[in-house]
């Protein structure tokens, strides 16, 4: 990862997942082991900082998977991704003062590309952008994204003092560069929503050579 600012990752999993039936998404299995065993392996290597898990509730659930530290959001109600977002770089802050960036993933995508960080940096560095995202097949992914830690009171102030909960939203107000992915033969942000989905992902396994 030479000229890739150190950045500290974050795999997003506080959703309700409520196409799923409820539960924790990044738990279900896939070829034998959990999305987010999947998801941390493909983002670890990355991350120079280090790797979290955004998550509510009781974290000694996810211990056998993971063993990073597990975040929970820091503004009540499960207000969605930007509120993982926002723990996230308040824990950057926090416990590793000398980091700028923090990278986030969906915990229900286990192709993502072994490149992503660093394409994020070089995009947003070649656009002059204070966030990068990630697309493919010609859509964004705004919860696959790269967000500076410094952003971490404005967020905040939106979230608290607005109420805003949209991610594409708070993207817009600041502005983004876009790094594309092909999403053949595999997308590498495909993301687990329905059990058809887990299915689909099953099947795209043998393809997947990343």
């Given at each position: 990862?030479?000229?890739?600012?150190?950045?500290?990752g974050?795999?997003?999993a506080?959703?309700?997942?409520?196409?799923?039936?409820?539960?924790?998404?990044?738990?279900?299995?896939?070829?034998?082991?959990t999305?987010l065993?999947?998801?941390?392996?493909?983002?670890?290597?990355?991350?120079a900082?280090?790797?979290?898990?955004?998550?509510?509730?009781d974290p000694?659930?996810?211990?056998?998977?993971f063993?990073?530290?597990v975040?929970?959001?820091s503004?009540?109600?499960?207000?969605?991704?930007?509120?993982?977002?926002?723990?996230?770089?308040?824990?950057?802050?926090?416990?590793?003062?000398?980091?700028?960036?923090?990278?986030?993933?969906?915990?229900?995508t286990?192709f993502?590309?072994?490149?992503?960080?660093?394409?994020?940096?070089?995009?947003?560095?070649?656009?002059?952008?204070?966030?990068?995202?990630?697309?493919?097949?010609?859509?964004?992914?705004?919860?696959?994204?790269?967000?500076?830690v410094?952003?971490?009171?404005?967020l905040r102030a939106?979230?608290?003092?607005?109420?805003?909960?949209?991610?594409?939203q708070?993207?817009a107000?600041?502005?983004?560069?876009?790094?594309?992915?092909?999403?053949r033969?595999?997308?590498?942000?495909?993301?687990?929503?329905?059990?058809?989905?887990?299915?689909?992902?099953?099947?795209?396994?043998?393809?997947?050579?990343?």
């Amino acid at each position: 990862m030479s000229g890739v600012p150190p950045t500290l990752g974050v795999i997003l999993a506080g959703g309700l997942s409520r196409r799923m039936g409820g539960g924790d998404k990044p738990l279900l299995r896939l070829g034998g082991r959990t999305l987010l065993e999947r998801v941390a392996e493909r983002l670890r290597p990355q991350c120079a900082a280090g790797l979290i898990l955004n998550a509510n509730g009781d974290p000694a659930r996810f211990a056998e998977f993971f063993d990073g530290p597990v975040v929970p959001d820091s503004v009540p109600e499960t207000p969605g991704p930007l509120a993982g977002v926002l723990a996230a770089l308040e824990h950057a802050a926090s416990h590793h003062p000398g980091i700028a960036f923090v990278a986030s993933v969906a915990g229900d995508t286990p192709f993502l590309p072994p490149d992503l960080v660093a394409r994020l940096h070089a995009e947003r560095a070649v656009a002059g952008t204070r966030l990068a995202i990630a697309a493919s097949g010609g859509r964004a992914h705004y919860v696959d994204g790269l967000w500076p830690v410094d952003l971490r009171n404005d967020l905040r102030a939106a979230l608290v003092g607005e109420g805003l909960r949209r991610v594409g939203q708070w993207i817009a107000r600041q502005g983004a560069a876009e790094a594309a992915w092909p999403d053949r033969p595999v997308d590498p942000f495909l993301n687990l929503n329905t059990p058809q989905d887990v299915a689909l992902a099953e099947d795209l396994l043998p393809h997947d050579e990343r």
